[in-house]
């Protein structure tokens, strides 16, 4: 047995082993300038085990090899944390962020492999030539070419004129499909779309809302707006008096009694909150879970006719009569933003959901928002900067202009009697164009015959945009709209009763707070520096370290941290550098003789004012130390000596420094800028008679 | 021709093929479909810090059977459920921690208090007891393993080692049959002689010791406390005193670490405990501050990072030490505190072989048994239910320094004596702290400078 391992050579002694290594290391050393060959010797000396058996196995890649160096030449932003001074933590942040970036790294490799097989399934109209426009292919076109189950997204549903679908909204999977219909709005239908189901519809003339508390309010009212809960399972109504939550068989299971005349609404889902906006201009967020009423904001803009939600930091948007869109979250009584977007009343607006489109864009998602108003205009902003449109375009037709961005950021504009869907990129790209008003390249174009269009809605994880018109409802093929990757832990279309209730369970364990919505979600679990700054005590701990710190001494200003450290903490307690700072007597000149540094002394000169924020800087010092031994009143005179003289001398003395230490700054940058490439470039003989050689 | 394809997803490929197979599952790892995964991953670990406080019930059983205070208590090496405890009335019980009964009943194994036990051998075979009736006692018995029950435990001990004066404490050496007894001096006894063989007392020293312990990994190393205030490294091969250092109180036990042979740990009568590099004695190595009276018992777990503690104040402290590479102190950066409304002061505490247990003994006279983490879950534990409790584990560590997470960390029930103790302590300290900042304000600069904390807790070393 012995022999046969031996001959196989499974297993090396644990001796000889050692051996290896050890000379192995003597060689690294010797031959450390190079780093290739001694990575050579570090991969030779694995066990033969090892390599038997690693195509098989997964080490975890918590325990995998960290090489920094290789990550170093990838990416070289590694940091060095030098100024850390304590080794442990250095070494466990170094240690961190290599394990960062070699997750990041295989968290991105398996996107994109995922990506790659979902690839295959999405949507697509793929042209050959310039001559080709997609817009020119009409439905029938699609139909045809994909025919199958794909054809069957392509529905026209027909209830009569005047009795078509008026608000409608998908549930967070597009499975489930929740709208308004009949005459006057009387009828409100739950059907399970890809099933091809009605899973309930809801008559608000007729007598089975008459008993209970619901009758007098629901029955023979109008739905203004729709909205399906956490899933399909309930769905909210705003009716005539109050909100109406009703199961998904139809049964009226709520009446939320505080919320009066409301005409639009939406929820949002991480937070189970139901957001309705009334029509006296309130804005109310009700706890689903609960079913408090958690926040109630005036608007004091009248009647709001327009509510949407961004996905991706619930901010809801309010769009109003005078042509102003607000943005609301339940924690402020006065809106985030508002700004002036149309001459007109603001007739929908839409928050792109997407990153951009393209795989590994940068773009946050959420930062684009589209508005259209009465005006006849679609204006396209930038939710970071609201500083004027990004693009603009006047759209043709009467009525009221709709607008919806897909998962995949299309855009599609419901006005006149056709709808049209514009392209990702171009949408968000400022036109320079002459006109300024220019729409942007039309993807695909459908005319509806039954006039007034009223809303449209994209399904999730589709390719299917439903539009409700004055007849029915149709639903059209838009190839490409659809997100073709959905994450079953978040949504999943195909979703068994008993996934649906864990998720519902779940969902409930994980329902963030109101408190935390905020323009920017990325917020939390952030280092607060606002709040830091404030409170100044917490300053204390690192004031030594930032008083040498290059990089805080500009963010926080040189002088502050001193006052700080005299205030709050005793003397006794505080390190050596802090004491020194206190007294005066830190050196910050020779902290660190970088060239940065000496910028930042020089930035701080230049100011002139940075003397006068009470901490005792080296003039100051300086001063002090003349007036030792001096009595009162002659201290008094030099005092006034000091100030308030202008003497010329000294002034052109200032002037002639300042501007000598412009130009050693400018030296300095052009040092940086040209100094690297001088220095790889060789000398010739010629060099001597170039024109600046003399110096 | 234009080529037109729609997005249509195959449901074959959504749902499970039969009835019970497992519902396949599609991932996007995208961001963008992920919102607030952040603020989601919070709330996961704010409820994952409540879940584990619900469950932190850390008390397991106790173990009656002595009429008066239980003094001390032991375990061999090498079993997981042997346990022996003696009291002040002489009475010595060997518990089976698995069945919760007694093995071995001696009501009058001593006349008077035990006051030292310790196994003479890894198995547990034979158990060495002293008391302060000026005896020292080897007694047989089965350890119930089934293994070795060539003979059951009797009611006579094997042997009786009489001395001339009372014992404080016993330890037994790792391999040879000998022991170390402490009274007025530290004596090491040959198993076989019924006399000591040499005596280690320091030159000069006229104490009381009260405690002493073979190193583990150089077992002819010891060291003792004592009522001199004296923390005291011996050597049997030398045969004598090698070191010392006089503290500013007296310790009342000490320990050896199981994984860094040269750290010691002493429960000090300062409500402190101290952790010593027996290389550099100079200072201690880590003061580790919480107990609101003397503490009278220390002992590590067996891993080596962590150690338990009990102390007059009536409660049971189980630390993390940071020299051995444990967490900061304990969740939310304090010590792991146990207390009930019927444990007296606890004089003695040990930890379970296996490290997942905790035992004290108190005045009151029980052994109780303790969980060493609070909130572990006893039982069978599924592969699910595991998986699930290492991502809690991990979300609370990821998340423990957000502010809500952390307070539920630190959060804390303490009684009220504990908490109203701690409370006046804190505030002499701080007065303490005060008066010295303002004496030295009003001295001339430079002559009285603050002393660090841990070599203010050293008078002297001595060699």
Redesign the interface.
Known sequence: MDALIARADAIRPLSELRAVKTRDSGKGKAKANSKGKSKDTSTSNSDYTLQSISSHVNVPKSLAPLDPSSSKSKNDEVPKYNHIANKKLRSQLVHQHALNSNLSKN?LE??QN??SL?AD????????GPL?K?WR?SQD??VA??GG??AK?RRELTFGPGQGAKRMKWSQNGRHLVFISGKGGTKVSSVDWMGGNVNCEVDLLAGSNLAGAGGNGGGGEAARDVTFLQDQSFFAVAQKRNVFVYDRDGVEVHRLNNIIDPLRLDFLP?HWLLVAVTNSGHLSYTDTTTGTQIAVHRTKLGACNTLTQN??N?VVHLGHQNGCVTLWTPNLPKPAVQILSHMGPVTSISVN???GGSAGSVNM?GRYMATAGRDGKVKIWDCRNWKGVVREWTVRGAGDVELEWSQKGYLGVLSGGSVNVYHPPHIVTPYTGSSSSAAPPLYLSHPIPHKPLQCLRFEP???VLAIGHNKGLSSI?V??V?????????A?????AK?RREREVKGL?????PD?ITLD??M??KFDSAALSASGSSLVATAAQSLLDKSDKVKWGANVQVKNVGVDV???RMKRVERLAVQGKLDTTGAGDDSEDSDVEMKEGGDGDSDDEGGLTREEMSKKRKMRGKNKSLKRYLRKQRKNVVDPQVLAVRAKVDRMREEAKAKKLQMKAGGAVEENKRKSALDRFKAGSGK | MVKISVLQHNPALHVPIRPGDPTPVQRNLNPSMHPFAKARERTRALNAAKLDKIFSKPFVDSLEGHIDAVEVLTKPLESLTTVASGSWDGGLILHNLHTRSEMLKLPQAHKGKISGLCFADPKGSRLLSCGVDRNVRLWKVGTGDGEDDSGASSQEPLHVYPWKTSFNSIDHHRSDPLFATASSTVQIWDETKSAPVSNLTFPTSNETVSSVRFNLAEPSVLASVGSDRTFTLYDIRTGKAERRVVMQFRSNALAWSPTLPTMALLASEDHNLYTFDVRHMAAPVQIYKGHVAAVMSCEWAPTGVEFVSGGWDRTVRIWSSREAGGKEKGPGGREVVYHTKRMQRVTSTIYSSDARYVLSGSDDGNVRIWKAKASDKLGVITARERASMEYRESLVKRWSVDKDVGRVLRTRHLPKSVYKAGQLKHTMLEARRVKDERRRKHTRAGEQKPVAEKKKTIITEQS
């Open positions: 968290a398996t996107q995922l990506l979902a399934d999405a949507g697509s109209i793929q042209v050959t080709e997609t292919i076109e699609i070419s994909v189950e794909a997204g991480w996905r991706h619930a959901p997407s990153d998602p994880f589709s390719d093929l190839p490409g659809g997100e073709p990757q959905f994450d079953s832990l978040e999943d279309p195909f979703e068994n996934a364990l994980d329902k963030i707070q935390l979600p990325s939390v679990g005793p003397f006794s």
